[in-house]
Structures are given as structure tokens and as C-alpha cells.
């Protein structure tokens, strides 16, 4: 076994599960992992003919008045290993070790929590412990360990200044881009048919599907409300239980509906969509208006009469008001566009001053902009940091909420949103990694044991957040960069990732959320992540949308970045550095015939593992590709749609969202 292979054949192990991932706030310790861990430690260091290191501070706890002491360490292999012993003060703690990098830097990356191990042999105290691979960053001195008792708003600090040398294996180095397993090229009629607006398709089942999912008719729900899945106390399977109005998952379901709003010609398709978003826009106002709201407008959840969920959760999760007001926005354009009121979307939509019972718009737009610097929960609900998911859609909200405010004559505001807009669009260099080629997904220290960075928030950020300006695009060499090695990052964690082929029709890699996730849809396990129907559509999606941009721009550029998505998702181009080529070189050709093909490869994964109902759920599983986790997921068949819109566009089918749209809405 190589070197590198030992490295990564334990970089996903993770010390501490949370007992369900859209609850952060209850933390578990796994023994039997604890067991897996060490020995897969002992036996890198014996196959390696090499001993790690481990410098032992503390033997117990303290007993000079201290809250806290690092007890073990050592850094073997590029892997920081350590323990320590924390006073249980209270019940929600954050524990962070922080270190200087190969540079003897100290930067938000140069940081690792802590996960609770079990109680300490002395009463009233609790042993934490930490192994992170961080062999990208290096680690030269361990400044100091904090412990935050977040319940009673103490922190305490223990000074450290360690020096730390290496010890056991050398630490691997960046892994190269994979050789590319296929070159599918173009577009394939069975995908074509698959998605075809016609009776039976994927894509009729997964437009009828949502729409049973938006108003659902239970709970006595409130007009305007989206249940996230079929899945709960009201529905035949009861775990997991999402039987909530989540505003993210709402509002990019939403502005689903606002594309066939958009498109439709038809008379009462048109007008049953315009009533679900001004519904929408009210549900999304009284939502703003709960009594009972903890952290503002960043509350991600209401039950299905839109009453706020005060329960122990994730939040504040602030990428929610600016998907909300994007799309609100975006419809309200369009309205107007076909002749609609000004008065109507100022009173129904925007105007939250005037009319913050039935205009949520504005209120939103202000609280990104007077909120965006706070760190808050990520998409999956399951870390609090700076995330560039939610950055991006906070920019796009600011960006287009600048325009927008100027249209309806708010000029005030609209100062406010387009300051805003600039502030947060310095930040995204914070982002890039140039050690690992990556964007990173959060800008801090190692949270949750993702250790790679990787996640595939980033390509969603792309696709839900750009706002069309050239601002981190579908073609921006480091957002190629990044979906090459997030795409590539799941062919050794699943493995039905070894199935490359449907007969003579290539599959594309099935994504999950993160290389190290342990969600198996009920709960967590060891290796229990999956890959999602949503994931994996997203990527699909990027490809197409990446092909029709550079269709758009009429040439493709190579630089030193960009070069390792073309030399996997388009080798036969051959695409050298510096050079550019234009739409009537048979290498732009190939490269953007080459993006075809993967965007219908990776939707052929989708289409090989949907059961023959088409009936989607949250995940599939990566051993055998049966459909688990949440019933008939929202956000799944929205993501079908998504991509499957950005596959007509890219194919020159204009009619495409009409012809789906002006089938209407039926309820079955």
C-alpha cells in the first residue's frame, strides 16, 4: 500500500458523529470508530516501519483553578492527532486548537476543533480529542486551545507555544487530477427522451412530483408553503421527518416555479403560477412577522402553517433571505415585463416598509446587507462559518436587490444594497486556495472532520448565486478548478463509482455532499454518506451551463488553473496554456461537445439509479444505488428541472419551458 493511500485511507474517519445532521447542537461519541481509528493509525505506522510521536502534557485534569488543558498530541503522517481535558461547565461547547501553518502563519485555516470523546476519570470533566489531515496547510507550532462555553458566554484559553515536529510518514502531497475513465461526447437521445416534456418522462413525473409538495394540504398549511419532502409524522414514511417549510429549500423551489412562470403561453397555467408566488410572497412575509423568531430573519425552518419552529436547530441560516428575495425579485421583473402593476409588486412584494404584512422583499434585502459579515449555518445545516455558498447568493441578492430597488424608486436603499454588494464581493479571494486548487466551501478551521475542503456547496453557490456579471461564473478558471477536484474527489469514496457504464453509455461519477460525510438519510454511520440525486444533478447542470457560456463568449481560454478540468472533462482537445480558441477550431468544438456529453453523463447516473416510479428521494446508496433518505425530496426534482432547463438552453430549444409549463399544474 502506497504511502499516500495509508494517508487517505483514514482522512474520513471522523472522531465525533452529530446524532442527526440538521441538528448540530447534540454531539455523540463514537467508541467503535475511536477502536478504527487507532487501528488504522497503528497499522500506518507498522506498515511504514515507522513509530508516530505523541507528546503527552497532562496525564488528568487540572487542579489549579483551570477550565481546560491539552493533554496529547502529535503530528505523524501529515495527520494532527490530540487530547485534551475540558471542565463540563455547560452543555453546547466549541473546542479549537490553533497552530501556525508551514509559513508560521496563524489564519482562520490554521485551526481544528475538538469532539467529545467520553467523560474523564475525574468528575466534572470530559475528554475531547481531534485527528485532522492537515498536511496541505503544514503545522510548525501549536499556539493555543480555546474552550467556549457558549451556554453561559464564557471563553478559556490555554497558551500553548509548542513547537511541533513531524513524525512518521512523510505528509502526501496535493493528489493529481485522476486519468479520465471516459470521453463521452455530446449530446445521447436516451437522456433526450428521459427528459422530453411528454407523458412518463423523468421530467413530467419530477414537474408533477414538486408540485404536490408545494401547498401540500396538511398541517392545515398556510397558501404559499413548500414541504421539503414526503417525509414525516403526516406521511407513510415517518424518518426522517421533514415535514417543515425550510426558506432556502422553499425559495429555490419557487423560483423553479418562477421559470415556468416565465415561460408559460398558456392562460391558466400562466395564472395558477402567478398565484403560487404571490402566494409564496405572502407565506414569506408572515414568516418575517413570527413573534417568536430567535435569530432574526436567518431562521431556516417553519412548520406547514407557517408558525416559526423554535426547537434546537442549525441557526441563524442567512443564505435563506437572499435566495427568498431572489427569486421574488426575478418573478417581480417578469411580472412586470407582461404588464403587471408596479403598485401590485410594490405592495405585494418589495415595499416591507409600507406593507410588511404582504411584502417581504425589502426586509430581506436589509438584513443581507446588515448581516452578511456574521458567520452562520451552511446548507446542510451543519456548521457555523463563513460559507461560499452563501456568500455567493448573498452578493446575487445584493446585486440585483440594488437594481431593483432603484425600479420600484427606492434609491435610499438601493445606495445601501449596491455598498453592501462591493463589501462582500472583496471577500471571495478569502476563498481560494491556491495549496489545494480550490475554492474552499468555508473560509475557517477544520469543522466536522471535512478535512479536504471539498464540498459541493461550492458548484450550488455557482448555479444559485451568480449573478450573470462575470463574477464567478460557470467558466472562471478557479470555479473549474474546483468542480474537477470536488467531481473527481467521490470515484474513491463510493463504490458504485466503479460502474462507469450503462451497456455502451457512460455514466458520470454519482456526488455526494463531502468526501467525508457519514448522513446515510435516517442518521449517521460509519462510511455512511451517499451520493444525492441533487448533488449529482448539480454537476450535470454545471456542465451545461459551463458549454453554453462559452458558447455565449464565442472562444475558450486556458490558464494554468483551468487546465486540469480540460485535461479530464475534455483531453481529446488537447488544450495547451495561454492559448485561446475560437468557435471554428475543432478544439473549442470538441471541448464544448466534450461538456455535452458529461452534463447528459453525470443526468444518466441520476436516470440509472431512479427507481422505475421515478420517484426521487434525498439520496441513492453507495454500495448497491438504492434510493434512501427522505421521501420524494423537494429540492431533488427541482434539481431535475434546474438542469434539465439549462440542457434545453443549451441546446437551442426555446420552447422547452413552455411546452412544460403549459402542461399546468394537476394535483395526483
Known amino acids: 500500500m502506497s504511502i499516500d493511500g495509508i494517508i487517505f485511507g483514514y482522512l474520513s474517519l471522523q472522531v465525533c458523529l452529530f446524532v442527526f445532521p440538521f441538528d448540530p447542537s447534540i454531539l455523540v461519541c463514537s467508541l467503535p470508530k475511536m477502536k478504527a481509528i487507532t487501528t488504522g493509525l497503528v497499522f500506518a505506522a507498522t506498515a511504514l516501519g515507522q ?16 477550565e481546560l488543558a491539552l493533554s496529547t498530541y502529535s503530528y505523524c503522517g501529515g495527520t494532527l492527532t490530540a487530547t485534551a481535558f475540558i471542565a463540563n461547565l455547560d452543555y453546547d461547547k466549541l473546542v479549537t486548537l490553533y497552530y501556525t501553518n ?30 485532522t489531515a492537515i498536511y496541505i496547510d503544514g503545522i510548525t507550532e501549536l499556539l493555543n486551545l480555546t474552550y467556549q462555553a457558549t451556554d453561559i458566554g464564557k471563553t478559556y484559553v490555554q497558551s500553548l507555544n509548542k513547537p511541533v515536529q513531524a513524525s512518521g510518514a512523510p505528509a502526501p502531497t496535493l493528489p493529481s487530477i485522476p486519468t479520465p475513465y471516459a470521453e463521452p461526447m455530446g449530446f445521447e437521445q436516451d437522456i433526450t427522451n428521459w427528459l422530453s416534456v411528454s407523458i412518463g418522462s423523468e421530467v413530467e413525473t419530477a414537474f408533477a412530483r414538486m408540485f404536490l409538495n408545494i401547498n ?31 426558506v432556502r429549500d422553499s425559495s429555490l423551489t419557487m423560483d423553479v416555479v418562477k421559470t415556468l412562470y416565465s415561460g408559460a403561453t398558456k392562460r391558466n397555467p ?27 430573519l436567518g431562521e431556516p425552518k417553519f412548520y406547514l402553517n407557517n408558525t416559526i419552529f423554535s426547537g434546537p436547530w442549525g441557526r441563524p441560516q442567512n443564505d435563506g433571505p437572499a435566495t427568498a428575495a431572489g427569486t421574488l ?4 421583473n417578469d411580472y412586470l415585463a407582461q404588464g403587471g402593476s408596479i403598485q401590485d409588486v410594490k405592495q405585494k412584494i418589495y415595499d416591507s416598509t409600507t406593507f410588511p404584512a404582504s411584502a417581504p422583499v425589502k426586509a430581506d434585502l436589509l438584513f443581507v446587507a446588515q448581516n452578511w459579515t456574521y458567520s452562520s449555518f451552511d446548507l446542510w445545516e451543519e456548521e457555523s462559518a463563513d460559507h461560499f455558498y452563501t456568500r455567493m447568493v448573498q452578493r446575487r441578492a445584493l446585486v440585483d436587490g440594488a437594481v431593483f430597488a432603484e425600479k420600484m424608486g427606492d434609491s435610499s436603499t438601493a445606495s445601501t444594497l449596491k455598498a453592501a454588494a462591493a463589501d462582500i464581493s472583496a471577500t471571495f479571494s478569502q476563498f481560494w486556495d491556491p ?4 475554492l474552499l466551501y468555508e473560509y475557517g478551521p477544520v469543522l466536522r472532520g471535512k478535512s479536504s475542503y471539498i464540498d459541493i456547496a461550492v458548484i450550488l453557490g455557482v448555479i444559485h448565486g451568480y449573478a450573470g456579471d462575470g463574477f464567478y461564473g460557470y467558466t472562471n478558471d478557479k470555479v473549474l478548478s474546483s468542480a474537477v477536484r470536488i467531481s473527481t474527489a467521490f470515484l474513491d469514496v463510493y463504490p458504485i463509482a466503479k460502474k462507469t457504464a450503462d451497456g455502451d453509455k457512460v455514466l458520470g461519477i454519482p456526488i455526494g455532499r463531502y468526501p467525508e460525510d457519514v448522513y446515510n438519510g435516517t442518521g449517521t454511520e460509519d462510511n455512511g454518506g451517499n451520493p444525492w440525486y441533487l448533488c449529482t444533478a448539480a454537476m450535470s447542470q454545471f456542465m451545461y451551463a459551463a ?10 481560454s486556458i490558464t494554468e488553473t483551468s487546465k486540469p478540468f480540460f485535461d479530464y472533462f475534455a483531453p481529446k482537445a488537447g488544450l495547451q496554456v495561454g492559448e485561446t480558441y475560437g468557435y471554428d477550431s475543432r478544439e473549442y468544438r470538441q ?16 436516470k440509472y439509479y431512479t427507481p422505475a416510479d421515478g420517484h426521487l428521494s434525498e439520496e441513492f446508496n453507495r454500495n448497491t444505488g438504492v434510493a434512501q433518505g427522505a421521501a420524494d425530496l423537494t429540492w431533488s426534482y427541482a434539481s431535475i428541472l434546474t438542469a434539465a432547463f439549462a440542457r434545453a438552453e443549451t441546446r437551442g430549444q426555446k420552447a422547452y419551458v413552455a411546452n412544460l409549463a403549459n402542461l399546468g399544474v394537476s394535483r395526483r
Open 102 to 131: 508551514r509559513q508560521g502563519q496563524s489564519t482562520p485555516l490554521s485551526a481544528v476543533q475538538f469532539g467529545y470523546q467520553g467523560d474523564a476519570s475525574v468528575s466534572g470533566w470530559e475528554v475531547w480529542n481531534t485527528q
Open 591 to 606: 471541448t464544448v461537445n466534450a461538456l455535452n456529453g458529461w452534463g447528459d453523463a453525470f443526468m444518466r447516473t441520476i
Open 547 to 556: 458549454s453554453n457560456e462559452y458558447a455565449a463568449a464565442g472562444s475558450i
Open 435 to 438: 495549496n489545494r486548487e480550490l
Open 216 to 246: 401540500p394540504s396538511i398541517q392545515g398549511d398556510a397558501k404559499g408553503t413548500v414541504v421539503a419532502a414526503r417525509s414525516g409524522p403526516s406521511y407513510d414514511q415517518k424518518d426522517p421527518d421533514y415535514e417543515y417549510n425550510w
Open 51 to 66: 513509530t508516530c510521536e505523541t507528546q503527552t502534557l497532562a496525564t488528568a485534569p487540572p487542579n489549579d483553578g483551570s
Open 329 to 332: 425579485m426575478r418573478f417581480a
Open 270 to 296: 400562466k395564472q395558477q403560477l402567478q398565484n403560487m408566488l404571490f402566494e409564496y410572497a405572502t407565506a414569506r412575509a408572515t414568516e418575517q412577522n413570527d413573534p417568536n423568531l430567535q435569530t432574526g
